[in-house]
């Protein structure tokens, strides 16, 4: 799957979301939702590097791991689409930024 069909995927479930919310979420509910799921992520990471003292072993951390990482994806996705920015074309901008300046510093 392409970027822009990942993209084009996550458009429509944000329009059937939109059908079944109170209101059709703007950036601030997106960045509410982007926050909230860094939160998760930020859980997910703390059980897996054993910050928590949980009983037992933790079996699916991985997959939640990757669950929360789509989810902060699907927000910044969300954001992006609502700011009309072509993500996969600042994604690839800004690394050609990052490779410039580090080319200019001899790496």
Do not use: C, H, P
């Not at 859980?43 to 669950?67: C, F, H, P, W």
């Not at 901008?93 to 990052?98: G, P, Q, S, V, Y």
């Amino acid at each position: 799957m392409t970027f822009l069909e990942m993209q084009e995927m996550y458009d429509g479930i944000v329009k059937r979301f939109n059908k079944i919310e109170l209101q059709d979420w703007k950036a601030e509910g997106a960045m509410i939702e982007l926050s909230k799921q860094v939160g998760e992520l930020a859980k997910q990471v703390m059980i897996k590097e054993k910050y928590y003292a949980l009983t037992g072993e933790v079996t699916d951390v991985d997959e939640r791991l990757g669950n929360e990482m789509a989810d902060v994806i699907a927000q910044v996705m969300r954001l992006a689409s609502y700011y009309q920015i072509d993500l996969e074309k600042a994604f690839i901008e800004a690394r050609e930024d990052e490779d410039r300046y580090l080319v200019s510093r001899g790496v």
